[in-house]
């Protein structure tokens, strides 16, 4: 689970529910089944007519990564990538061919490929960073989808407000079912700024970071092998690598190093 997003909408909700119910509100005032469709079916109408319907279908199933993500293990890609290096100075590079199916990450594995066939290293680098720029060119497309439905909500919300108003008008000989009804066409936009505010724009900030952070991780594995092609020195590939790591962390050599160097 992310922690941080979880807590996030708990912390946003409790706030402004708090508020209300310190002002003398109570939460069942907003709740309205009319004005939550209102807004919802109206921005999900006006996403899927400005996106291809793939793109929206995606859009949707990415929600649960907000939620629900597995992220990379970074420093567990550079400790495999270190090794290969290891393994490939001593054997060569054709030696790495028996662990290219024992990698998982789709990328990695094409990059490694490339390199043990004795794909020269601008040419491994050239198709590697093709495949990228092109899945990169669709994935970024879905958070485009919760930006759009963060500005289309509170304008279908403000939709919702006047056909509730409209109802309202019917009844003006009754004071107190006008007012009663005013109260409650105003809900639609406040479903509609609450989803923008709340869920649609932090979606989509929060996809373009895990998005970012995957686009950095195949980078630094495509540096990696890149590297083990050239025949760097080991060492100076972890070094190189590290510098992609955003938590990065000194090897355990460096550690020693500085253990010692305290000693003395």
Do not use: W
């Amino acid at each position: 689970m992310d922690i941080a997003s979880i807590g996030g909408i708990i912390l946003a909700l409790v706030g402004i529910l708090g508020g209300m119910i310190i002002e003398g509100g109570s939460p069942m005032e907003i709740v309205k089944p009319t004005a939550f469709m209102i807004v919802v079916g109206g921005t999900a109408g006006a996403c899927m007519l400005q996106f291809p319907l793939s793109i929206f279908i995606a859009a949707c199933k990415s929600i649960v990564k907000v939620f629900l993500h597995k992220g990379h293990d970074g420093e567990a890609v550079l400790k495999q990538l270190v090794e290969f290096a290891n393994k490939a100075r001593k054997s060569g590079i054709v030696s790495l061919d028996s662990d290219i199916n024992d990698i998982h990450d789709p990328f990695l594995k094409q990059a490694l490929m490339l390199a043990v066939d004795g794909t020269e290293p601008s040419e491994v680098r050239k198709i590697m960073e093709l495949e990228l720029d092109n899945k990169s060119a669709i994935e970024e497309k879905i958070p485009a989808v919760f930006e759009a439905a963060g500005g289309y909500s509170p304008t279908v919300g403000i939709i919702g407000a006047v056909m509730g108003l409209i109802q309202v008008m019917k009844n003006l000989s009754d004071i107190e079912e006008v007012g009663r009804g005013i109260a409650t066409a105003f809900v639609a936009t406040i479903y509609g700024v609450a989803i923008a505010n709340l869920i649609c724009l932090p979606a989509a900030a929060k996809l373009k970071f895990r998005h970012s952070e995957e686009v950095m991780l195949k980078q630094m594995m495509l540096e990696g092998v890149i590297s083990i092609l050239e025949g760097m020195n080991p060492r100076m590939i972890e070094t190189k690598l590290r510098t992609f790591l955003f938590d990065s962390k000194p090897s355990d050599e460096a550690d020693s190093a500085k253990t010692a160097e305290a000693g003395a």
